[in-house]
């Protein structure tokens, strides 16, 4: 089976502009979820869908925003870049509760 | 709300021996998986080994294992015979398990512990 997998791998952006990630999870999984990972605050928890539907959504500006399709391949946009957007961006794909599987990351840097 | 704490940043271990990494929580829920997650540092996370809560058998796979301490909200993590490849960050995480109702599959990770394996 396909693991998870994340595009672009990595991508460089000036602030103020906009950028698109794009989450195939493993087939048959029906949830995504994507975290924020940076030095300083760790891992974070942006959102989670399950079959098209917003579940849970974590403590980020309306900046961040996602959708799933449905194929259950998920997006998550970020609207005017801030240089404090700069992270390694994760999603998650997962089945149950004690197996999430997770892609390699996208790099985002903006300048 | 949950927290993880991982209260040791760094670590190192020489190649063959034995390290423990630490790992407490806080949480009002009483069902829940623990996790350690494994980031090389080609930055895939890949789960390393969980424990469901309501299990008191510490979970074993291969060369890791955990102590896990309901009461006390612990869950460390055992390696042994450490290897070069073990070299990465690790991450404790916490998901609460609200069965059908309510669901989110919603991680809750500590900070790391950055673990390095010398020759």
């Keep these: 089976k396909a693991g998870v997998t994340q595009t672009p791998r990595y991508l460089i952006k000036t602030r103020g502009q906009q950028v698109t990630l794009s989450c195939s999870p493993i087939s048959g999984h029906r949830s995504v979820s994507w975290y924020q990972q940076t030095p300083g605050q760790g891992l974070q928890f942006l959102f989670e869908y399950f079959s098209e539907t917003q579940r849970n959504k974590g403590n980020f500006p309306g900046r961040f925003s996602g959708r799933q399709f449905s194929n259950s391949r998920s997006e998550m946009n970020v609207s005017t870049l801030e240089l404090g957007d700069s992270a390694l961006y994760l999603c998650a794909s997962g089945i149950s509760y004690n197996e999430q599987f997770f892609g390699p990351g996208t790099r985002l840097t903006v300048l | ?119």
């Design chain 2, 1 to 119: 709300a949950q927290t993880v704490t991982q209260s040791q940043p760094e670590m190192s271990v020489q190649e063959a021996e034995t390290v423990t990494l630490s790992c407490t929580y806080d949480t009002s829920e009483n069902n829940y998986y623990l996790f350690w997650y494994k980031q090389p540092p080609s930055r895939q996370m890949i789960l390393v080994i969980r424990q469901e809560a309501y299990k008191q058998q510490n979970a074993t796979e291969n060369r890791f294992s955990v102590n896990f301490q309901k009461a006390a909200k612990s869950f460390s993590l055992k390696i042994s015979d450490s290897q070069l490849g073990d070299t990465a960050m690790y991450f404790c995480a916490f998901i609460p398990f609200r069965g059908s109702g309510g669901s989110n599959y919603k991680l809750t990770f500590g900070k790391g512990t950055l673990l390095t394996v010398n020759p």
